[in-house]
Antibody, heavy 122, light 110 residues
Framework: EVQLVESGGGLVQPGRSLRLSCAAS????????MHWVRQAPGKGLEWVSG????????GYADSVKGRFTISRDNAKNSLYLQMNSLRPEDTAFYYC???????????????WGQGSLVTVSS | QSALTQPASVSGSPGQSITISCTGT?????????VSWYQQHPGKAPKLLIY???KRPSGLSNRFSGSKSGNTASLTISGLQAEDEADYYC??????????FGTGTKVTVL
């Protein structure tokens, strides 16, 4: 059974940093691309970032480019999102999602975690 | 990276069919056959319904179907059931290793 478990969320002040983690199990992690998607409370979904199977290809939404960095450790079956210079508008549930393909730009998001809440407030 | 446009709400009676539209541009929906659709119940993670425009994941009900014409993709739910009441989102590859979601549609079963 595919399982994706996010961790690392919490309350952080504007301008500070936070690192989210996603622990994957139930599938061969290094065979698939992975994504981060966020959802502000009561709002819609927003794609944040994606990584190909080996991290060699990554993409970012304009809203986070230059502030967020996606990475993965295939030996640990883990995906990460380093979030710097956080802003109040980054407040959201952050979901980790699996792609059915190894490379970005050809798949979808076929399994999702339950999300981790990040609150950016002073 | 502007969000794809979906109607805010769509409703139907049990057994009826409804269609949700998803309008993008020639840079996203119109350029790629890579539209996916997701169902999200309150407090739950999204669930994949359709990928690559019209393909269903294994085991998913054939009541859900997808199509595309030009810059607009559509999700049709046939034989509407009470458990279909949820939020629905489209998503398209938008080039340069980016994706864009739709604004979301709340489906109400009357």
């Amino acid at each position: 059974e595919v399982q994706l478990v996010e961790s690392g969320g919490g309350l952080v002040q504007p301008g500070r940093s936070l690192r989210l983690s996603c622990a994957a199990s139930g599938f061969t992690f290094d065979d698939y691309a992975m994504h981060w998607v966020r959802q502000a409370p009561g709002k819609g979904l927003e794609w944040v970032s994606g990584s190909s199977w080996n991290g060699g290809s990554t993409g970012y939404a304009d809203s986070v480019k230059g502030r967020f960095t996606i990475s993965r450790d295939n030996a640990k079956n883990s995906l990460y999102l380093q979030m710097n210079s956080l802003r109040p508008e980054d407040t959201a549930f952050y979901y980790c999602a699996k792609d059915p393909r190894a490379h970005l730009g050809i798949g979808a998001l076929d399994y999702w975690g339950q999300g981790s809440l990040v609150t950016v407030s002073s | 990276q502007s969000a794809l446009t979906q109607p805010a709400s769509v409703s139907g009676s049990p057994g009826q069919s409804i269609t949700i539209s998803c309008t993008g541009t020639s840079s996203d929906v119109g350029s790629y056959n890579l539209v996916s659709w997701y169902q999200q119940h309150p407090g739950k993670a999204p669930k994949l319904l359709i990928y690559e425009g019209s393909k269903r994941p294994s085991g998913l009900s054939n009541r859900f179907s997808g199509s595309k014409s030009g810059n607009t993709a559509s999700l049709t739910i046939s034989g509407l059931q009470a458990e279909d009441e949820a939020d629905y989102y489209c998503c398209s590859y938008a080039g340069y290793i980016t994706y864009v979601f739709g604004t979301g549609t709340k489906v109400t079963v009357l």
